[in-house]
């Protein structure tokens, strides 16, 4: 594990969102000064997004910029006057099933905003750029765990494909301006604060209003729950791991992502683990203490049976592994939801 570097000055964008709450939380508690970058897009309750951003500002190493990826001048300007040492890149279009709708709200931030952060690294000369990116690359894959070296050519949707994109842009910057690049591939991410959007979001709601829950493929899915605090210890983790380019192809370790020709790095964190969509809203069920009516519906297009991390390169570069139990993340998403909404 590399050894942790005195804490410096961090761009976040998304820092209101779901997972750059928790991380930005987790890096100011740790010392570092973050400039967030959010655009407070209406995808979901804003409110929300509102009541994360007024934490963060209780904290006197924080402030924000609200503007969005697309406005390259707010975004130049933000990063010009803060002048980051690293960025995490976690804005982003969300949603897989809404980009069957809205799928040129992707291309725009997800592709276009992409850019225009990466440019800003290329400029500042960043330490280490860290992107966002998804099991939903995968696509069409079948063989599972998923390994950072299977190839992932086959998206699903367009969100899977603007997100294989900003990884081929990435790889592409940093071969040609020696950027450390590393790219990290969330799975089924849960936690307090999550999206209305998200599973268990949606499955805890409806429980407890007494309407049904909508289980897709008769329920047969599977999925490597991620409990969010994991996640962004493996992301904080990563910042430590620097991609360095090879002396030659030939050099790079035999089960490491790392490009044979530029610092560039794709790393999956997940818990490791497939779980059943049955069980767990067994585990909702078990924490709320009531039953789930279960609407058993066809699969979705654009979806996939299961998904499944192999996390050993993480472990390798880290020492760390995500390990909390479903049945014990989705009890803190409960009580989390619980005090909330006052229910």
């Keep these: 594990m590399p050894a942790s570097p005195l804490p410096g000055k961090v761009l976040v964008t998304g820092s209101a969102g779901f997972i750059g709450f928790h991380l930005t939380r987790l890096l100011l508690d740790e010392g570092w000064t973050v400039l967030g970058y959010d655009g407070m897009t209406p995808y979901y309750d804003v409110t929300l997004k509102r009541r994360r951003n007024q934490m963060l500002l209780q904290h006197p190493n924080f402030r924000v910029v609200e503007a969005m990826l697309e406005d390259a001048e707010s975004l130049d300007n933000a990063a010009d006057a803060f002048e980051p040492d690293i960025i995490l890149h976690l804005a982003a279009q969300a949603g897989v ?171 999956n964190i997940g818990n490791g683990e497939k779980t059943s969509l049955l069980n767990f809203v067994a585990a909702i069920e078990a924490s709320l203490g009531v039953k789930a009516v279960r609407n058993l519906m066809p699969m979705q297009k654009g979806d996939v049976e299961a998904t499944w991390a192999d996390s050993s390169l993480l472990s390798r570069l880290t020492g760390f592994r995500p390990n909390t139990d479903v049945g014990e993340g989705v009890a803190k998403f409960v009580a989390w939801y619980r005090d909330y909404y006052g229910k």
């Design 97 to 267: 099933r809404y980009s069957l709708e809205e799928p040129k709200a992707y291309i725009e931030s997800n592709v276009i905003g992409t850019f225009h952060v990466m440019e800003v690294a290329r400029r500042h000369s960043v330490k280490h750029l860290l992107m966002a990116s998804t099991s939903s690359v995968y696509g069409g894959n079948e063989e599972m765990p998923f390994l950072e070296t299977d190839k992932a050519d086959l998206p699903l949707t367009i969100y899977a494909a603007t997100k294989k994109a900003a990884e081929a842009m990435g790889h592409s910057y940093a071969h040609l301006w020696n950027l450390p690049v590393t790219m990290f591939r969330f799975f089924t991410v849960y936690g307090p604060w999550g999206r209305p959007d998200m599973a268990l979001y949606k499955f805890v709601d409806a429980i407890l209003n007494g309407r049904p829950i909508d289980l897709y493929n008769n329920g047969c899915l599977y999925r490597d729950f991620t409990y969010v605090t994991d996640l962004v210890r493996g992301i904080r983790l990563l910042i430590d791991a620097i991609p360095e380019k090879p002396p030659r192809p030939a050099d790079v370790d035999p089960g490491d992502s790392l490009s044979p020709v530029a610092p560039f790095r794709v790393v």
